[in-house]
Nanobody
Framework: QVQLVESGGGLVQPGGSLGLSCAAS????????MGWYRQAPGKQRELVAT???????SYADSVKGRFTISRDNAKNTVYLQMNSLKPEDTAVYYC???????????????WGQGTQVTVSS
């Protein structure tokens, strides 16, 4: 099995910064795209940012220029640095990874448990 464990959420004032991390562990042959999604109360889960195994990144328009996604392939970990946070960034943030558990397995999608980010004064 593959587990994704997130950390780093919390309460921050508008304009502040917060960093999230997500470590994958378990049976891992290869990790492909990793990403962050978020879900605010009453809204659908939305894509925040993704990063390929080679380091190519993409961002939602709402976070471009403020958030930075990165990864450490040696540690099977993906990070999200969030700057200039706004109240509308408040949500539960979920980590996602496309993982091939063994050489013969197909690629599967795994999710973390979610971490709350609250931006409020």
């Amino acid at each position: 099995q593959v587990q994704l464990v997130e950390s780093g959420g919390g309460l921050v004032q508008p304009g502040g910064s917060l960093g999230l991390s997500c470590a994958a562990s378990g049976s891992i042959f290869s990790i492909y795209v990793m990403g962050w999604y978020r879900q605010a109360p009453g809204k659908q889960r939305e894509l925040v940012a993704t990063i390929s195994s080679g380091g190519s990144t993409s961002y939602a328009d709402s976070v471009k220029g403020r958030f930075t996604i990165s990864r450490d392939n040696a540690k099977n970990t993906v990070y999200l640095q969030m700057n200039s946070l706004k109240p509308e960034d408040t949500a539960v943030y979920y980590c996602n990874a496309q993982v091939k558990p063994t050489m013969t397995d197909m690629r599967r999608s795994y999710w973390g448990q979610g971490t709350q980010v609250t931006v409020s004064s």
